[in-house]
């Protein structure tokens, strides 16, 4: 079974960046996305950064111009660097790959932003 195993999680304070990475435990065929999700408390998961297998990436509004989204599909990896990080952006993040008939997605990294 494949498991997306995340790190880069953890404190930062408001202002600062933090970079997320995600790999897969096994190899994945067909990915036509991978990217990255957050979660907050009794809120549904919200996207933060996509880039599909074309290289085209889309990220979440408040994060246009401050974030940047890498993936590598050959090593089934994907990175996100966050900078001028917000304390409303203190959420759970999770990675995702998505093929064509299945998704993945990662157990989740804590970021907390502090003032």
């Known amino acids: 079974q494949v498991q997306l195993v995340e790190s880069g999680g953890g404190l930062v304070q408001s202002g600062g960046s933090l970079r997320l990475s995600c790999a897969a435990s096994?190899?994945?065929?067909?990915?036509?996305?991978m990217g990255w999700y957050r979660q907050d408390p009794g809120k549904g998961r919200d996207l933060v950064a996509i880039?599909?297998?074309?290289?085209?990436?889309n990220y979440a509004d408040s994060l246009k111009g401050r974030s940047t989204i890498s993936g590598d599909y050959a090593m089934n990896t994907v990175s996100l660097k966050m900078n001028s990080l917000r304390l409303e952006e203190t959420a759970i993040y999770y990675c995702?790959?998505?093929?064509?008939?299945?998704?993945?997605w990662g157990q989740g990294t804590q970021v907390t932003v502090s003032s």
């Open positions: 995702y790959i998505g093929t064509d008939g299945r998704v993945f």
């Open positions: 096994r190899s994945i065929v067909r990915i036509n996305a």
């Open positions: 880039i599909s297998s074309d290289g085209n990436t």
